[in-house]
């Protein structure tokens, strides 16, 4: 039998819960998620550790957060809640168009940034697709990171990098696992990251990139 997580889809509605310290800006996204056919509030914060604390409570299934909080900042709820053994999925939904904090969010497991200027019915489109698995970035940040970043994996860790060389290698998941010394599931978190900083959707694309390097390394080696 497989087991299942909070992630998954369910008979009822996809539950949320938000996090912002203004309470006028948190009541506002909190009434458009309502409104939006199945999803749900079932709860909200102003804070880090009130987020925290209300997560272990209540457990949604997704988190929209604040950057900016009193007592730190929404990656470190983000990452507080992945240690405390959290399957929310966190989506960052912030007023900065930061490619730095972009990074830092995708490091600590967000599954999307977007910026409070979208529209409504992109918050609830974004919670419903981060709820079934996917990674987004809103589309004008990853056209200006493209832009801005001629290697697509300057942001990358060294983690993701050799999975991204292991994956060039023709390896699958269960192998790189094995050749790193991590557990598979370790390999696939890394794979969503890496995928949502290089602005690609599927793994082969990954192991595309990966073998055209190596053709270029190869046509510039003197030797």
């Known amino acids: 039998m497989r087991a299942t997580n909070a992630t998954e889809p369910s008979a009822g509605p996809i539950t949320v819960m938000i996090v912002d310290d203004?309470?006028?800006?948190r009541r506002?996204?909190?009434?458009?998620?309502?409104?939006?056919?199945?999803?749900?509030?079932?709860?909200?914060?102003g804070s880090v550790a009130e987020g925290q604390r209300r997560a272990a409570l209540v457990q949604p299934q997704v988190i929209l957060v604040?950057?900016?909080?009193?007592?730190?900042?929404?990656?470190?709820?983000?990452?507080?809640?992945?240690?405390?053994?959290?399957?929310?999925?966190p989506i960052v939904?912030?007023?900065f168009d930061d490619d730095r904090a972009l990074a830092e969010a995708l490091d600590a497991g967000a599954a999307a940034y977007l910026l409070?200027?979208?529209?409504?019915?992109?918050?609830?489109?974004?919670?419903?697709?981060v709820a079934a698995g996917r990674v987004l970035l809103d589309?004008?940040?990853?056209?200006?990171?493209?832009?801005?970043?001629?290697?697509?994996?300057a942001d990358l860790t060294p983690s993701e990098l050799r999975v991204v060389d292991l994956i060039g290698e023709g390896l699958s998941n269960r192998e790189?696992?094995?050749?790193?010394?991590?557990?598979?599931?370790?390999?696939?978190?890394?794979?969503?990251s890496l995928l949502a900083k290089m602005?690609?959707?599927?793994?082969?694309?990954?192991?595309?990139?990966?073998?055209?390097?190596?053709?270029?390394?190869?046509?510039?080696?003197p030797h």
Do not use: C
Not at 22 to 25: A, I, L, Q, R, S
Not at 28 to 45: F, H, N, T, W
Not at 202 to 220: D, F, H, I, L, P
């Open 176 to 192: 790189i696992a094995e050749r790193l010394s991590v557990a598979e599931k370790t390999v696939k978190n890394h794979i969503t």
């Open 22 to 25: 203004h309470e006028v800006v």
């Open 66 to 89: 604040d950057l900016q909080l009193p007592d730190g900042t929404g990656i470190d709820l983000i990452r507080r809640l992945a240690a405390a053994g959290s399957t929310a999925r």
């Open 199 to 221: 602005g690609l959707q599927r793994r082969t694309q990954v192991a595309a990139w990966a073998a055209g390097r190596k053709n270029r390394e190869w046509s510039t080696d």
């Open 139 to 153: 589309e004008r940040t990853v056209t200006r990171r493209r832009a801005e970043h001629e290697d697509p994996t």
């Open 116 to 129: 409070k200027s979208v529209r409504g019915a992109e918050i609830s489109d974004v919670i419903h697709a």
């Open 28 to 45: 506002g996204i909190a009434e458009v998620v309502d409104r939006s056919e199945g999803l749900s509030v079932v709860a909200e914060a």
């Open 93 to 95: 939904l912030t007023s």
